[in-house]
């Protein structure tokens, strides 16, 4: 037996003329390191906005799910084609009893609120019924458990709610206008609340906790990720729900299927309502989890008690937890109503981003707008020309360290995401707005906080020396300059909230203003 050591090779390499061959392989999600991590000259660019304190840019690489997606939005295959037809006249059956119901529903609620006035407290029994269906579980007692929490997937669990368990629900400000349905949800007491509005939403919350603390009114029902999903995931969750420290009981719901996907997705209500009723069936799932109580006597953070509640879910789903919420159907819808051919490639995961940088849903959109304008590509991405156009800007240096800044993968081309996240980051920099409201001084002189054009052309030039009048014209009116050639410090102010990355076009003016300040002074101190 040879002396070998435990370390040398099992088999020995044969001789070859042939230098070895060697792969590196590239690992696709590290391209949002920063730029400094590499060696490629693109990386070496200047940091535009190190005068904020900000420091380089790094981006979570994209989502790959996309919980709004329906899978079969379509009739497709020889098998779906002819089950269509053969349900037709079941379809028009069935749309005819869904009427009729809805018809019921809608007088027999009409006839209990009748008369009643007194929202404040709960409606007489004689008001309300209750209808019992097979499900898993048991529902807690009111007494213990009195919110209860679900996954929403599609129009059926609000009517399943309804007749099991008769709660109070939480519901958008837009229901109560939807014909019919609007009068049945009124019959359940509904907390409406404005997702927009912080004192709706404070509202919402005071009388979720009202109605909870007293077991004369119902259970207080929520669909804590505040819109529909695809049921594949679970999306981050409000905290309306959880804010006042009661138990609260879980409920999932599951619609097991093959050929028809019964989730409300970015698919019309009408279309998902003909695919329902051309089914020969449609498997429903609904299962009470064990109750979720709050930890530390009640006084457990809402958001860490929203988190265990959301794994409780996403547990017995047996699905995964994203940061995706409602904002993130809203881009989508902007993308999609905007004739995008990927507008799934606009989610950013919103729940993230407002945590990271505290701008809102209403914002992210107003980005978008913006990132609409630089006309991207199928694929979602906006490439340097573009950006150029759309900040009416020429190509220069400083233009190239501000598009390198957002284009963190170095490949010339940027994502929204990237786009969102970049304007966000400079925007959260603790001197962004004492630096908007210094550059605002620089460029109006002090005449009545009036910005004029050529005191703004004055100021870009030293940051782009060869601007010529009509591209200072186009910039101007970029900052809500009139005809005039005046712009308000409101507008100018607004403009750079829009576009936060123009905040670098200012930095070589503050730098020479200070610096002349600075220079006289040293003069006077040496006379």
Not at 34 to 42: F, L
Not at 174 to 182: A, Y
């Amino acid at each position: 037996m040879t002396d070998d050591s435990l370390s040398s090779p099992l088999l020995q390499p044969q001789p070859s003329d042939h230098p070895p061959v060697i792969l590196s392989i590239r690992d696709n999600h590290n391209h949002y390191y920063h730029r400094h991590n590499s060696n490629s000259s693109s990386h070496n660019l200047r940091n535009p906005f190190e005068f904020l304190g900000s420091d380089f840019l790094s981006v979570p690489p994209p989502s790959t799910v996309d919980p709004f997606r329906n899978n079969t939005p379509k009739i497709e295959g020889v098998y779906e084609v002819l089950k269509s037809l053969i349900c037709l006249p079941i379809a028009l059956a069935r749309l005819v009893l869904f009427g009729a119901c809805l018809l019921v529903g809608y007088l027999a609620t009409k006839l209990a609120l009748g008369g009643w006035k007194d929202k404040n407290n709960p409606m007489p029994k004689w008001r309300s019924s209750y209808h019992w269906i097979k499900r898993k579980g048991n529902p807690a007692p009111r007494e213990i458990a009195p919110i209860v929490v679900s996954n929403h997937v599609s129009y059926i669990e609000p009517i399943f709610y309804f007749y099991e368990l008769f709660p109070t629900i939480v519901a958008a400000e837009s229901h109560d206008s939807i014909p019919f349905v609007g009068t049945i949800i009124r019959a359940m007491q509904v907390i409406y609340v404005n997702r927009f509005s912080q004192s709706s939403r404070k509202l919402a919350v005071n009388e979720i906790k009202r109605k909870a603390s007293c077991d004369r009114f119902p259970r207080v029902l929520l669909f804590p990720e505040g819109t529909t999903t695809n049921g594949k995931v679970v999306i981050s969750f409000q905290l309306g729900a959880f804010i006042p420290g009661y138990a609260i009981q879980p409920v999932i719901v599951r619609y097991p299927h093959v050929h028809f996907d019964q989730s409300w997705g970015y698919i019309s209500l009408a279309k998902l309502m003909f695919r329902m009723f051309t089914q020969f069936h449609n498997f429903m799932e609904v299962e009470y989890l064990p109750i979720v109580s709050p930890l530390d006597n009640c006084k457990e953070n809402p958001v860490h008690f929203a988190k265990r509640t959301s794994h409780s879910i996403a547990s017995a789903l047996n699905v995964v937890q994203t940061f995706h919420s409602y904002g993130d159907l809203m881009l989508l819808m902007k993308a999609s109503h905007s004739k995008q051919e990927k507008p799934s490639s606009y989610m950013v995961e919103m729940a993230k981003v407002e945590s990271l940088y505290h701008i809102s849903s209403l914002e992210a959109v107003d980005f978008l707008d913006k990132f609409l304008s630089m006309n991207p590509d199928p694929s979602g991405r906006v490439k340097f020309h573009d950006f150029l156009r759309a900040m009416r800007l020429r190509t220069c240096s400083l233009l190239e360290e501000i598009f390198g800044f957002v284009d963190v993968e170095k490949i010339g081309s940027i994502t929204f995401k990237q786009f969102l996240y970049g304007s966000a980051h400079v925007m959260k920099q603790p001197l962004f707005r004492q630096t908007c409201e210094l550059a605002c001084t620089r460029c109006s002189g002090g005449e009545d906080n009036l910005i004029s054009k050529e005191q703004l052309g004055d100021t870009i030039r030293l940051a782009i020396p060869d601007l010529d009048d009509a591209e200072i014209h186009e910039l101007f009116k970029l900052f809500g300059g009139n005809d005039d050639g005046r712009a308000s410090k409101e507008t100018f102010m607004c403009c750079l909230k829009k576009n936060p990355l123009l905040i670098a076009l200012f930095w070589p003016c503050l730098v020479y203003k200070d610096s002349l300040e600075c220079g006289g002074r040293m003069l006077e101190e040496l006379v």
